[in-house]
């Protein structure tokens, strides 16, 4: 359904004569938004594509999506398994936090690398990187290669999330494309379900060696289809000249200021103290390599992995703003639920991880509903702020999670949470390539993806200390109650299932469960400020019709 263009926008927006007036008052602002704007002020022409080509070229963006989706978290049932075989305890979090320091730390890359050397190969480099972490970690002898294999994973799977998202904006329409993005939202809600229990399955049934060689025939499957049926434009001139054009400066330093902070909150009160030299020496260095970053890009570099006028377009400022307060509390939902159902209901790991279906299946049910929906009315600022208010209310709901309550209203709670992040998962990301200019699509598509996953890494990480923090001073206090249940109370740390098969009474029992539900509330109120925050973002937002030629507001206007 075409969208057709409009004169104005909606109640709150400013009109174009009234940016037009502004203009001969703040004529260095609005040069800036117009460059900004070139791109949308035309409409979006999708490459040209048979359509039986195009479903092809679909399927395996899909299973693309499928494959980095699963990585995240097909390990977290396997990885008892993985140190029991390696004798490595201690390094086991390495597994987890190796793939997402790369595949955080790149995200940003690929948006330029792929402008400059063309999205097919850089998609085909990406999935070749893909398949040999995959590989090392299969058949890796030692946990450092395993711990290896992970990093290349996150290097390959860093790619294919970004390039998935870059190349569906090439080749359809923005009328059209909220009912593709709604389809691959629901892709990495049904891998994160299955995720879990897959790994589970694995390490229990065959060996955990298979939570990463499945990897490969997927990944041989998606190669395939790419190199002989994804046909996309070439960027012209020779390597040295696209070369030239990388931010080279700017990457490192970015990577190396994400590195430096995920390491920082990974380690803060679990590795090491807070107050620890190291853990403070990372965050604040990391801040400043945050700084320098950008005044890299705004300064000194010709073609900048992060466009600094790309935050002077309001929807693209507050969307990917508003995406960095969503991804914490997205993600929190998805660690600390199955925690709940381990400690409350004495659930397995796969068990408990099959408990967050209801969470999961209403952002799938919901994602692809909502991008139909945009396709039939072209109008998503409406969805977006009612979802994002959604979201608000399922977190606070959370806080309600205690011992005594019923199954019903986990379920419906859960709903509530999924249903409005279903919304705006994918819809955000239409606002944000429909504002962006042309030439910077990709730029800013790779952008979203990084504020949301460096969100859902920063909030993962502060949640947990959270709950520890609230959880061991209880527990210390227990044990000085019940010292002969000591090894049982202080073990379940890092074992839930000894509140259950350690022989403790059930009135000791009943006091440590409800002690860690008093963390987990902890956790679940500190997430609702955060999702309050990305509504806040949204209300700005403007309505800019789908394929119109339109120019977008800048901050502030």
Known sequence: MEVPPKETTD????????????????????????????GSQQAHTPIPMSKARRIVVFVSLALTMLLASLDLTIVTTAIPKISQEFSALSEATWIATAYMLTTTALQPLYGRLSDTFGRVPSLIVSIVVFIAGSAACGWAQSMGVLIFGRALQGVGGAGLVALVFIIISDVTSEEERPAYLGVLGAVWSIASVIGPVLGGVFSEKASWRW????????????????????????????LWAKLKKVDFLGSAVLIGAVVMLLLALTWGGKNFPWSSARVICLLIFGVIMLGVFLLIEWKTSADPTVPIPLFRIRNVSMSVLGQFFMGVGMFCPMFFIPIWYTIVKNAGSITAGLHLLPYLLSISLVSVASGFLVVKTGRYRELVIFGTALFVVGTGLMVLFDENISSGKQIGFMVIMGFGLGLNI????????TAAPTKDMAAATTLFLFMRILGSSIGVAAMQSIFQNSLLPKLGVLVTQYPAFTMAIMGSVNDQSLIYTSGIPDDIRSQLVHIYVLALRKVFIATVPFAGIAFLFTLPLQHVPLRANFKPLAVGE
């Open 211 to 238: 939570a990463f060689l499945i990897n490969l025939p997927i990944s041989g499957v998606v190669l395939v289809i790419v190199v002989f049926f994804l046909r996309l434009p070439q960027p012209q001139g020779s």
């Open 426 to 433: 994918q819809i955000l990301l239409i606002v944000v390539q």
């Open 11 to 38: 109640a709150g927006d400013t009109s174009t004569i009234n940016l037009e007036s502004k203009a001969a008052s703040a004529a260095t602002t609005t040069d800036v938004i117009e460059k900004a704007s070139i």
